[in-house]
């Protein structure tokens, strides 16, 4: 296996549409430290530090068919994220969107202001973020007013309250002109809810992504940091491969980072190397046969739950998505994998 040879030892990525080829990468580094301290994009902010709070979201694309051209587009905690972790990725941060100081700002900044959903400001940024993952997916067109409630289970804001916040975000759903107070369970005491229904069907805007990257090809990375060094293979082989070279503790399997981030954050763990599992193509298959479903290690919560709508005459999968209601949060669910959470919930 011709490690060394064939890995790269540099990160390329864009940011707001701007690419960027990073030499000089630590794998320590978090993607919410790299876009505020070497970027200066301070929008994005620093609340838990642990996928908590969600004022870190961010959003990140990249094209997982290049047959067909079709872009993922995420929103994830930028405090979870390694920096490098967002190889071959489009990232965009509120500055992204839309400035005051340009006067260009993006339809989901205007409502949040419209609504006055905003007071000291410190989680609008993750608010704004959410909100344009979820107006912007793949399903947009169709968002219901509960489907938008439920996509900022991963935000929390200390002082406006949520009404406003999920009335400025529910003036997107199709659904919106369909309420009725007087025969609704719950009173409508809003004072903002009635303006809603005066946004439908107005159109939103998607960031392009990045023509480069559509060619992408991913490779090997092997970048030596200062304290901990970044393995990403692309293949089982070299994975298998590395884990050999490293076994033990001499190197740490990493997917979404939701759990070893905690670890080494609050527990103070050290690992020499991380070996991002990310990219092998194995870890990501689902299959279904007559009398078992066959789910990936690597396979995300969010990419399990869009399988799942598809084998709903199941009721194992019809209870599985049940289930998701109480799960994380969007931005966790985004990034976390199934091997990831049976690892880490195993008792010490
Ligand atoms: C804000 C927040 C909310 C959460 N809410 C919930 C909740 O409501 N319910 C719940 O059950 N959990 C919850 N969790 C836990 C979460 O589900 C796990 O952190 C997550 O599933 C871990 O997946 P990961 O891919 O991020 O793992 P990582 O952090 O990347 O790895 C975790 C561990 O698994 C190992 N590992 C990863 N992949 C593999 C593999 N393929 N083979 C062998 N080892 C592997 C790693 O070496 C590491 O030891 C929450 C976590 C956060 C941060
Ligand atoms: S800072 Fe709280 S979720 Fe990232
Ligand atoms: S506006 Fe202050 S935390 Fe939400």
Redesign the pocket.
Known sequence: MKETNTSADFLLFYVNGKEIIERHAEPEWTLLWYLRNKLKLTGSKLGCG???CGACTVSISHCIDKNTGEIEHRTINGC?APLCSVDGCHVITVEGLGSTNKSNLHSTQTRLAEFYASQCGFCTPGMVMSLYGTVTSKDASNLTMADIEESFDGNLCRCTGYRPILDAAKSFACDIDKFNAEKSSSPNTSTTFDKCASFLGQSIDQIPFPEKLRDHQPQSIQIKGSSMDWYRPITLTELIHLRQKYPGDES???????????ERKVEQRTFPRLIS?THVKE?QEMKRTDDSIYLG??VTFTRLKSQLMDWKDNPICHALLDQFK????TQ?RN???L???I???LPK
Do not use: D, M, Y
């Open positions: 642990e996928g908590g979870l740490k399997l990493i997917f979404g980072n939701t759990r070893v981030q905690f599992i870890l290690a690597g109480h799960f994380a949060s966790i990034v976390a994998s091997g990831g959470h690892i880490a919930a």
